[in-house]
């Protein structure tokens, strides 16, 4: 009987002296093209991408990515992608249909992969100060000269706030929208709609530059230790405030707020006199819980009497229910156990405020954040190392540490003169 064999003579995945043969990998520029979809103002939307050759004619120039998009259906975008594919297999040269800064600044926030709060930020830059003024340009016909007058007209009326509507844009916030149009282009680049990104001509658009943005930077206001303690004292004895281990708690270890109020009585080691800060309450959600504004947990020391107001909030927090006081349960959670708004614990702390200030003429306002930068503030007062600050702090680098407060620089540096000429005196 005859030996039934494959049309190569041999078994598949085998050559002929039976060894196996491994598929040969296929290009990039020849893999099928894919659809995914996405979100826009207008509802849900539709897109594909191919890779094609940048000249058919010369495949030796390689391939780029060819984007489609705005579809109303995954049937349009694949009606669309196959008379794409069937371009590409018989070498047409594909048109390079390049969409608006508006419709292509959308489909790049849709692709973002980044936290929540991150894009909300990005698609508001996109909203008010890019898509108004340039959302109906070419993404080709969109030049640096441009771009430079977009800039100075934000610099001059570019506010959308419903206080300071019209009002000059700070350097600050033209930066931001520098830097998400910058980024924008660069991805059209990516996309083969662009060769060059305009916004990185630097000696035409002129963007506001570093310096500039921290000279408009509004002035930290923080309180003095005896501020801080009068606080403290009148808050704990005369409010009788349920809040004031929160309080004392920012003050003490310079926590952010959204991280206190995410903090869990598991979190609190009473035997090292540390606590670990391992989450945030997302803002954006409030009933949820994020990583913390770096994305990387630390561990930082607390005060003893700190520690000793905190074991008396759980005895409190117990009586109300035992589950409060689980290892699992929020410290500051409300009395559902549930997680607490960091907005309305910012308008409890401007009631606080408003308190305060009336009573005591020598008290100033400060933010719930004020109290973060006096934790900070005071540390470099006292001489304390900005890298301990940092760590305490959480900042990602020892540079933005002392970027922000660069206000303490010139008591930083009397007091290293003087225990200097102190040293050298022998004293």
Same mark, same amino acid.
């Given at each position: 009987?005859?030996?039934?064999?494959?049309? !190569?003579?041999?078994?598949?995945?085998? #050559?002929t002296?039976?060894?196996e043969?491994?598929? /040969?990998?296929?290009?990039?520029?020849? %893999?099928?093209?894919s659809?995914?979809?996405?979100e $826009?103002?207008?509802?849900?939307?539709?897109?594909?991408?191919?890779?094609?050759?940048?000249?058919?004619?010369?495949?030796?120039?390689?391939?780029?990515?060819? $984007?489609?998009?705005?579809?109303?259906?995954?049937?349009e975008?694949n009606?669309?992608?196959?008379?794409?594919?069937?371009?590409r297999?018989?070498?047409e040269?594909?048109?390079?249909?390049?969409?608006t800064?508006?419709?292509?600044?959308?489909?790049?926030?849709a692709?973002?992969?980044?936290a929540?709060?991150?894009?909300?930020?990005?698609?508001?830059?996109?909203?008010?100060?890019?898509?108004?003024?340039?959302?109906?340009?070419?993404?080709?016909?969109?030049?640096a000269?441009?771009?430079?007058?977009?800039?100075?007209?934000?610099?001059?009326?570019?506010?959308?706030?419903?206080?300071?509507k019209?009002?000059?844009?700070?350097?600050n916030?033209?930066?931001k929208?520098?830097?998400?149009?910058?980024?924008i282009?660069?991805?059209?680049i990516?996309?083969?709609?662009l060769?060059?990104?305009?916004?990185k001509?630097?000696r035409t658009?002129?963007a506001?530059?570093?310096?500039e943005?921290?000279? %408009?930077?509004?002035?930290?206001?923080?309180?003095?230790a005896?501020?801080?303690?009068?606080f403290?004292?009148?808050?704990?004895?005369?409010?009788?405030?349920?809040?004031?281990?929160?309080?004392r708690l920012?003050?003490?270890? *310079?926590?952010?707020?959204?991280?206190?109020?995410?903090?869990?009585?598991?979190?609190?080691?009473?035997?090292?006199?540390?606590?670990?800060i391992?989450? /945030?309450?997302d @803002?954006?959600?409030?009933?949820?819980?994020?990583?913390?504004k770096? *994305? #990387?947990?630390?561990?930082?020391?607390?005060?003893?009497?700190?520690?000793?107001?905190? /074991?008396?909030?759980?005895? /409190?927090?117990?009586e109300l229910?035992?589950?409060?006081?689980?290892?699992?349960?929020?410290v500051?959670?409300?009395?559902?156990?549930k997680?607490?708004s960091?907005?309305?614990? @910012?308008?409890?702390?401007?009631?606080r405020? #408003?308190?305060?200030?009336?009573k005591?003429?020598?008290?100033?306002r400060?933010?719930?954040?004020?109290?973060?930068?006096?934790?900070?503030?005071?540390?470099?007062?006292l001489g304390?190392?900005?890298?301990v600050?940092?760590e305490?702090?959480?900042?990602?680098?020892?540079?933005?540490t002392?970027?922000?407060?660069?206000?303490?620089?010139?008591?930083?540096?009397?007091? !290293?003169?003087d225990?200097?000429? #102190?040293h050298?005196?022998?004293?």
């Open positions: 009987m005859a030996r039934k064999t494959t049309t !190569a003579g041999h078994e598949p995945g085998a #050559n002296t039976g060894e043969v491994k598929p /040969a990998r296929r290009s990039r520029s020849r %893999q099928p093209g659809i995914q979809g996405y $826009t103002d207008q509802g849900k939307r539709w897109r594909f991408q191919i890779y094609v050759l940048k000249d058919p004619e010369y495949p030796e120039m390689g391939s780029r990515r060819l $984007t489609r998009s705005g579809f109303t259906s995954t049937d975008a009606d669309a992608l196959q008379e794409a594919l069937k371009q297999k018989q070498n040269k594909f048109g390079n249909k390049v969409p800064v508006g419709v292509y600044a959308d489909e790049w926030a692709g973002l992969k980044l929540a709060s991150t894009i909300k930020g990005y698609k508001k830059i996109i909203r008010n100060h890019i898509k108004p003024q340039l959302g109906t340009l070419r993404l080709d016909k969109l030049t000269t441009r771009i430079a007058r977009h800039y100075r007209d934000l610099e001059d009326h570019g506010r959308k706030d419903e206080y300071g019209g009002k000059p844009l700070s350097a916030s033209v930066h929208v520098h830097v998400v149009l910058g980024a282009l660069d991805a059209a990516d996309d083969g709609h060769t060059v990104n305009p916004a001509k630097k658009v002129k506001p530059t570093t310096s943005v921290r000279a %408009q930077k509004p002035e930290i206001v923080t309180w003095t005896e501020q801080l303690q009068t403290l004292t009148w808050n704990r004895d005369e409010r009788e405030d349920e809040l004031y281990p929160l309080w920012i003050a003490y270890t *310079g926590m952010r707020r959204s991280e206190a109020l995410a903090l869990k009585w598991s979190d609190l080691n009473i035997k090292t006199m540390r606590v670990s391992r989450r /945030a309450v @803002t954006d959600d409030w009933t949820k819980t994020k990583t913390t770096t *994305g #990387n947990a630390r561990v930082i020391d607390v005060d003893e009497d700190t520690l000793k107001v905190l /074991a008396s909030y759980k005895v /409190a927090r117990a229910s035992f589950t409060l006081a689980k290892a699992d349960a929020y500051f959670g409300d009395d559902d156990g997680l607490r960091p907005d309305a614990m @910012t308008s409890r702390w401007d009631r405020m #408003n308190w305060l200030t009336k005591y003429d020598t008290m100033n400060v933010t719930i954040k004020g109290l973060r930068h006096t934790h900070a503030t005071l540390l470099l007062e304390e190392h900005p890298k600050v940092q305490r702090l959480g900042h990602s680098t020892i540079t933005t002392m970027n922000i407060y660069s206000h303490v620089t010139p008591t930083m540096q009397r007091s !290293a003169v225990r200097f000429a #102190n050298l005196r022998g004293t």
